[in-house]
Structure formats: C-alpha cells, structure tokens
C-alpha cells in the first residue's frame, strides 16, 4: 500500500535536547511538507521540498531543521532553540502541479 | 498572500440534522480548494477538492461543497450526519499560478459535534 509513515506516534524528550522526527513516503512525490499543529490554530507550515536537496523555509521555520537526501524521506529536526516544542507534527506529500497533499498519520512530540 | 476563514470553531449538531460548515478565501489568484477531515490524534484525510469545471463538488462519506468565485467561498455541507461524522473539518486553499500552486493555506477548523 502506498502511503506516508511518521515514527514515532509519541515522542517524550527533555527541554535542551534535538529531536528528530522521521517522515517516509512510497507515493513517488516530489513534494514533501512539514506541518505543526496546536489546539485551536490550525496547521502552521514549517518547511517544505520540492525536490530533492532544496527545501524552503515555511511561515515558522526558526528553531526547525530539515533535510531532503532521498525522494522518500524528509526527516524534521526540532532543537533546542525552539521555545514551543510541544505539540502535534504532521508530514505530507504532493504531486507538485495538483497542489492536493495526503497526509502522515503524526507524531506528538511532548518537551518537559 | 492567500488566507481562509472558517467561520465556525465549533458546529454541534443532532444526528440525522443537516450541516453546512463555512469556509471564505482571499486571494489575488486563482485557487484551488480544498476540505479534510481529521480523526482525534490522526492525520488529515482528503474529504474532496475543487481545480476546475463544475463548482458543485462531491466527495467522500456524503459529503459534498459548492465553489462560489463571487462570494469567494466554499462552504461543506452533507444533508444528514452520523455520529461517525464527528471530527474537526478543515478548509485549504492552493494557488493556482505558476510555480506555487504546491503550497496550500489551512483555516483553523471546525469541530463538528454529532450528538445523538
């Protein structure tokens, strides 16, 4: 089945640590995105690719990292400079002209 | 720049009732549209979409959404809900220009509650 997995479903790491949340996709797409969502806010776009080795800066990239080495996988960095770490990350992918994305099922990332 | 506004946080609803959750958009381009679904603790799922052609769009678990340019808006509706259909709705819109048609802007939500 073709798809897009996040691991882990739940994430527990201590405040001052990197953390990184790993997104892979059999979709054959190009694009790939990085989303953050918090209660009542929506999804907020951290970074996203269009192809492999580029990647752009979202609307709340500061204290985020990522890569694109391989088609198939984004995996998203959260470190230490970020102040708001806690919250529910989405990956997702598109082909890039029809612009519809299908999403991962999410990683809940708590910081204490 | 682009922007969505769903129009309610929250829609409670009585099962079997009709329900029409609201979306608005601006933008200086043309569009592409979009409404999901999201399940407690899960990624979003695809409900429909509007690129092109005809403005009453049909998708998913009976729902559907109708495309109005000059009204600027895309409202979902379904004429009868089931418990099953509680979860929070959400509302995106892409460009429809030229190399960033891939980004897509995402309304806060709307939590639809189906009481019994």
């Known amino acids: 089945d073709g798809g897009i997995t996040q691991s882990p479903k739940y994430l527990f790491r201590k405040e001052g640590q990197n953390v990184t949340l790993s997104c892979e996709q059999n979709?054959?797409?190009?694009?790939m995105y990085w989303y953050r969502q918090d209660p009542g806010q929506g999804l907020r776009l951290i970074y996203y690719s269009q192809i492999v080795n580029d990647f752009q800066k979202g609307d709340i990239a500061e204290g985020y990292s990522v890569s694109r080495e391989k088609k198939e996988s984004f995996p998203l960095t959260v470190t230490s400079a970020q102040k708001n770490p806690t919250a529910f990350y989405l990956c997702?992918?598109?082909?890039?002209?029809?612009?519809?994305?299908?999403f991962g099922p999410g990683t809940r990332l708590t910081v204490t | 720049a682009q922007s969505v506004t769903q129009l309610d946080s929250q829609v409670p609803v009585f099962e079997e009732a009709p329900v029409e959750l609201r979306c608005n958009y601006s933008s200086s381009v043309s569009v592409y549209l979009f409404w999901y679904v999201q399940y407690p603790n899960q990624g979003l799922q695809l409900l429909l979409k509007y690129l092109s052609g005809s403005t009453l769009v049909k998708g998913i678990n009976g729902f559907e959404a109708e495309f109005n340019k000059s009204q600027t808006s895309f409202h979902l509706r379904k004429p009868s809900v089931h418990i099953s259909d509680t979860a929070e709705y959400f509302c995106a819109v892409g460009r429809n220009s030229g190399g960033s048609n891939y980004k897509l802007t995402f309304g806060k939500g709307t939590l639809l509650t189906v009481n019994p």
């Open positions: 997702a992918s598109s082909i890039q002209i029809v612009g519809e994305q299908y």
């Open positions: 979709l054959n797409h190009d694009a």
